[in-house]
């Protein structure tokens, strides 16, 4: 299958998606999450070629003390992750994704390193003439790295081009009552020398009482015919 010229984009902000760094290249992206809670989450991704990476994650850093003190056993976890994902293409329109983050928490209640664990299989579907990408799929983590609720759910994810190829809307939601269960409503702009800035508004999804508050991404792709994350592609990493 031929590679095709992507602008590469970590994520559709939470939503993980069937796309990897190009063959050695190095992909970095730094996102904040501003509310009642704030966090960093740190991602960096090396390409081994066949539609296969691997990089680490620092997840979860907390910016300030929480607004709102959290609810016993509700104390946000920070953590050290290796994150892996292989992608299949079964023809032009249509990608598969499956991956993982694996790694250690140390911020709990008991101040205990612990493990933690996320998967996910995701499908998406390109329009290919400027009508945008969806996305579906669906994720099972340890409650070290989801927290409270559920440990199995769905995700769900878009991309429409306002202006092809500068400014585009996103959007992706994450089903469920845990602690990663939010929906976020947003943009990305293209910015020179393949850096890309994206902000959005958060909202909790039915039922997991979590907060309000904005997700700004700043995005180091790692090649523009990299096959990838682009504003044609979506992201990995629920926070």
């Given at each position: 299958?031929?590679?095709?010229?992507?602008?590469?984009?970590?994520?559709?902000?939470?939503?993980?998606?069937?796309?990897?760094?190009?063959?050695?290249?190095?992909?970095?992206?730094?996102?904040?999450?501003?509310?009642?809670?704030?966090?960093?989450?740190?991602?960096?991704?090396?390409?081994?070629?066949?539609?296969?990476?691997?990089?680490?994650?620092?997840?979860?850093?907390?910016?300030?003390?929480?607004?709102?003190?959290?609810?016993?056993?509700?104390?946000?976890?920070?953590?050290?992750?290796?994150?892996?994902?292989?992608?299949?293409?079964?023809?032009?329109?249509?990608?598969?994704?499956?991956?993982?983050?694996?790694?250690?928490?140390?911020?709990?209640?008991?101040?205990?390193?612990?493990?933690?664990?996320?998967?996910?299989?995701?499908?998406?579907?390109?329009?290919?003439?400027?009508?945008?990408?969806?996305?579906?799929?669906?994720?099972?983590?340890?409650?070290?790295?989801?927290?409270?609720?559920?440990?199995?759910?769905?995700?769900?994810?878009?991309?429409?081009?306002?202006?092809?190829?500068?400014?585009h809307v996103i959007a992706d939601w994450i089903g469920g009552t845990n602690q990663i269960s939010v929906a976020v409503f947003g943009a990305v702009v293209e910015l020179p020398r393949h850096?890309?800035?994206?902000?959005?508004?958060?909202?909790?999804?039915?039922?997991?009482?979590?907060?309000?508050?904005?997700?700004?991404?700043?995005?180091?792709?790692?090649?523009?015919?990299?096959?990838?994350?682009?504003?044609?592609?979506?992201s990995r990493g629920a926070n």
């Amino acid at each position: 299958m031929t590679e095709r010229e992507t602008l590469a984009q970590q994520n559709l902000f939470n939503v993980p998606v069937p796309a990897v760094a190009a063959e050695d290249k190095i992909f970095f992206q730094e996102q904040l999450n501003v509310g009642t809670v704030g966090s960093s989450n740190t991602t960096l991704d090396y390409g081994l070629g066949n539609n296969f990476e691997i990089g680490l994650n620092v997840f979860n850093v907390s910016l300030y003390p929480a607004v709102v003190a959290p609810l016993p056993g509700d104390v946000a976890r920070n953590g050290l992750l290796i994150n892996m994902q292989k992608v299949f293409e079964p023809n032009e329109s249509w990608e598969i994704g499956v991956g993982t983050q694996q790694g250690v928490s140390a911020t709990t209640t008991s101040q205990k390193t612990e493990y933690m664990g996320f998967g996910w299989t995701v499908v998406e579907y390109d329009t290919h003439n400027n009508h945008g990408r969806y996305l579906a799929g669906a994720y099972i983590g340890n409650p070290m790295y989801t927290g409270k609720g559920n440990g199995v759910g769905w995700m769900l994810g878009c991309e429409y081009p306002l202006v092809p190829d500068k400014v585009h809307v996103i959007a992706d939601w994450i089903g469920g009552t845990n602690q990663i269960s939010v929906a976020v409503f947003g943009a990305v702009v293209e910015l020179p020398r393949h850096w890309q800035l994206s902000a959005g508004a958060q909202v909790p999804s039915p039922g997991s009482q979590n907060p309000y508050g904005l997700v700004f991404e700043l995005t180091r792709t790692a090649s523009n015919k990299s096959r990838g994350r682009g504003f044609s592609d979506f992201s990995r990493g629920a926070n």
